[in-house]
């Protein structure tokens, strides 16, 4: 019995995209691409984004024209050009703020993956991503004979795109911009941009922004991200160490039967543990133990970071 195909990769995909618009690739190996389609939202787009410039490059070479010709043709038989060219600017713009935003979010989570609860990021080499996405401002800026696309500077998201500076301050304040022209080139992902803005002001120690820009997930957001937020935002307090008092009815509240309830059972077992002046109390153990019965891969994770060394001694010891 024939083993079945593995399913092609994007990469993969995109080597075929050229001969897939000629129509020149078989039956078979269409077919696998048009089945990656139906997995991948992001090849579709942008496979259409691709046909479309091709339909409008083509009909505008057409430059020889007899208009009888046109005397039985109905009006839907010509393109409309202008329609056709504002849905591709869309499509375009999307397009771009969707892969910055991958290439954004692949840098945070090498950076501090090991603090975060956060699915990991698909880009395995944001650098190659990085060209590939300065190659695609400068086509966006071709097509349209323009710096600037509904309101976004294409030059300074060109800028974004260009290699990141070692200095950890100089990339966080480069995921936060970013995440700005993300959220206006690709509106459906405002509020996944705006959620590693609130880890990006974290990690850089302006909490208040931090706060805010997780309450608004928390309020507006849609909510598996929602949820997140505010299991963050209960958790703040007890991360910077000091609004321990603050925290704990916080986080008893943001218990809700699921997942993410492991994570804030272990954080009401460090406050507690602040509170408790750096002592594991019955409260603290209970805390633990309810965290390790959820999930104890998370529990053993957190315990091994160096923040949570004095908790991790006390619990061995």
Partial sequence: MPSTPRPLTCDAVEAQLSALLDGALSGVAAEAVNAHFRRCTACARFYQSLREQLILHRWAADEVFDLDEFDDCRPGDI???????????????????????EILKAEFVHDYGDDLEVSQAPITDPSRERRRGADLVDELRDWHDADEVDGIDLREVKADLAPQSAG????????????????RAAPPLRFQA????????????RLTQAEAAFAEIAAQGAPALARLAEVSLASLPVEVGHRVAEALPKLEAALRGDALDALVWFNLAKGRFLAAGAAVTPEVARALAEARQRDPQLVARQLSRASERALRQAVDG
């Fill in 79 to 101: 393109p409309d050009y202008g329609a056709l060219a504002d849905r591709l600017r869309v499509a375009d713009l999307e397009q771009l703020g969707r892969l910055l935003y």
């Fill in 168 to 183: 950890a301050d100089d990339r966080l304040a480069a995921l936060i911009r970013g995440m700005q022209v993300v959220q």
């Fill in 194 to 205: 705006l959620y590693y803005q609130a880890l990006g002001h974290y990690k850089a120690g």
